[in-house]
């Protein structure tokens, strides 16, 4: 995509800033005290051009945006067979909803709490430190850069996550998970305390647009198979029971997180990420949804635009 770096993100910046709804999670402090004012957007072309607001370098938890990238280093490591482990259709539900599959005790979906404390136990290693390792790996080659984990957040989220620990229960109970329900949380909490900024997360955004190969640095992080299965997932549950609104309006593949943050991947085109803390009843940042409504008009990356 030519010209991206001259996209007036300043501009679009100031104009989301207009919305004004929506409430900032308090699971644990470090959300609680995010800082609501905070809007910060880049975008990352599949050729490298990158385009990023004044904010972009301001770090926050990843939180659920982080699913994405463990269903594809556990498609990726298991060569596939994570596939047989969770489902794929849509929930219409919330992202902690305490439900498995009917009939098969298989969690719902990666993109939600109980399919991704899934996919986290399946990446490479034998036990917890091996799977933190190789997660913070993979989200990193993803990124492109050297992630860290914030260990308060970590921590907080283990201690306090009861809903993930029901979840992680009910799998071991259904035999579906097969690694210790602590561990699972464990894993899977530290994953979610992995520090981005705007501009790195549109990078991992973009490496799963570009078909999994990361278009700063060039490394291939997981295969084309792979990174379409990811999309496709997050085109139909990555925004949870806001999924079809969210398809219609913005049309670009995306997922969400109670950091306020959203990772956008627009196939062949660009990864996007926006960070803004106040959430809508869904928990999807009302700024962010705002950002890609104007984002996906603006540069035409609507998937199914070609319609009007
Ligand atoms: N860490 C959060 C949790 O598991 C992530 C949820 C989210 O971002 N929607 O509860």
């Known amino acids: 995509m030519t010209g991206l770096s001259s996209y007036d993100l300043a501009g679009l910046v100031e104009k989301v800033r207009e919305h004004t709804g929506g409430e900032v999670d308090r699971s644990i402090p470090a959300l609680a005290s995010a800082d609501a004012d905070l809007v910060a957007v880049a975008l990352v072309s599949v ?21 994405p990238f463990l269903f ?20 219409g539900e919330a992202f902690d909803a305490i439900k498995l599959e009917s ?6 979906n990666p993109m939600v709490n109980a ?6 136990s399946l990446v490479d290693g034998d036990d917890v430190a091996e799977r933190d390792e190789r997660i913070l790996r993979g989200l ?18 283990h201690l306090l996550g009861d809903r993930n620990h029901a979840l992680a229960h009910l799998m071991r109970s259904e035999g579906t998970l097969t690694v210790t329900a602590d561990d699972a949380v464990a894993v899977y909490a530290r994953a979610c305390a992995t520090l981005v900024d705007a501009r790195a997360l549109a990078v991992m955004g973009a490496t799963l647009a570009h078909g999994g190969r990361n278009p700063l640095t060039g490394e291939r992080v997981v295969s084309a198979a792979v ?12 925004v949870y029971d806001g999924s079809g609104r969210w398809m219609r309006s913005v049309g670009i ?14 196939p062949g085109v660009l990864g996007a990420a926006t960070i803004s803390p106040p959430l ?8 962010g949804h705002a950002a890609a409504d104007i984002i996906s008009a603006d540069l035409d990356l609507h998937a199914f635009g070609g319609l009007c």
Do not use: H, N
């Open 280 to 287: 809508d009843e869904r928990g999807t940042s009302v700024r």
């Open 103 to 108: 009939g098969t005790g298989r969690p719902p």
């Open 253 to 266: 593949p995306a997922k969400s997180s109670v950091s306020g943050a959203l990772v956008l991947a627009a």
């Open 115 to 120: 399919g991704a404390l899934l996919t986290a």
């Open 140 to 157: 990193s080659a993803f990124a492109g850069r050297s992630l860290e984990v914030d260990e308060e957040i970590a921590r907080d989220e």
């Open 227 to 238: 990174a379409r299965d990811v999309v496709s997932v997050m085109a139909t549950c990555g």
């Open 72 to 91: 594809a280093l556990a498609l990726a490591d298991s060569d596939g067979a994570a596939l047989d482990r969770v489902g794929i259709e849509p929930t």
């Open 47 to 67: 050729d490298g051009e990158v385009a990023a607001s004044d904010d972009a370098g301001v770090l926050f938890s990843l939180q659920s945006a982080v699913k």
